[in-house]
């Protein structure tokens, strides 16, 4: 991951709020009723709680963080969810009064109780879809990754992005607050960024269009990504693409498009 050259010595603890929020959409083809919920039905299995549980897992890992807690819920008719509480993995016994201090983190007798819910966690979130009247179907995950002091969620982004099957991809990352070093300068930033793409693999971001809209003076850096080639066959849902005459193929494929352009730009195509 990308950063500064010479590490910051900090005064105290680095309290910079860094949180990376994106949505990812995958889209299908499902005419009838019955293979519209099956493909909800197919969803709800593929990635139900305990698949994106480990999935989170895996983000606090590879983000040098670790776990405190863990709640996770599946959803009637569809849907789960998963929150996983984390925190540096330097936290240990020896320095639980600072973090106390700091607010991280309250004690009770011997146990972890969590003080601010929305300062460390990783979270997510899914919305299988479909209307009765459209043989598009969706299915949309929303993911969450905060974490406060050195860590830094970005370089989770590849994994995360190749973990679902991603049509259309929303991120934000937006980094709070403000930490001194040890001299009292504030640094309201402490790694080089320029835009979330930097932190895409090259061959990642070959399959997207993507576009940036960033505030740079506020640390806020929004990406937007469609993904470029429709491979038919990979839309449909327990169809075969050679079942279907070209005019049928060729039609599905504009209603896909049709809808993945609708979703990437926030309007309805009419």
């Not at 009064?97 to 979130?125: M, P, R, W, Y």
Request: hydrophobic share 35%.
């Amino acid at each position: 991951m990308l950063g500064l050259e010479k590490k910051l010595t900090l005064y105290g603890f680095n309290n910079l709020t860094k949180t990376l929020s994106f949505n990812i959409y995958d889209v299908c083809y499902a005419k009838s009723e019955r293979e519209q919920k099956d493909y909800i039905a197919y969803i709800d299995e593929q990635y139900n709680s305990e698949r994106l549980t480990k999935i989170l897992c895996d983000v606090t890992e590879k983000i040098g963080a670790q776990i405190l807690n863990i709640s996770k819920q599946d959803y009637d008719p569809q849907g789960a969810s998963v929150n996983i509480l984390i925190a540096e993995d330097n936290l240990s016994t020896e320095n639980i009064d600072e973090s106390c201090n700091q607010g991280k983190f309250h004690i009770e007798q011997g146990n972890f109780v969590h003080a601010h819910l929305d300062k460390s966690h990783v979270t997510v979130h899914t919305f299988p879809e479909y209307h009765p009247d459209n043989s598009i179907s969706t299915f949309r995950v929303d993911i969450d990754v905060s974490t406060c002091g050195e860590i830094s969620p970005l370089n989770t982004l590849d994994y995360l992005i190749g973990s679902f099957d991603s049509d259309i991809i929303t991120i934000d990352y937006r980094v709070r607050g403000f930490t001194r070093d040890v001299e009292g300068k504030k640094f309201f930033i402490d790694h080089d960024i320029t835009s979330i793409q930097d932190y895409i693999d090259d061959n990642t971001l070959k399959k997207y269009d993507a576009i940036d809209v960033n505030v740079y003076q506020s640390n806020i850096f929004h990406t937007k990504m469609l993904i470029k080639e429709i491979e038919l066959q990979n839309y449909l849902f327990n169809k075969d693409v050679y079942e279907l005459p070209p005019k049928q193929r060729l039609e599905i494929t504009n209603s896909l498009r049709k809808e993945m352009i609708e979703i990437f730009s926030g309007m309805n195509i009419y």
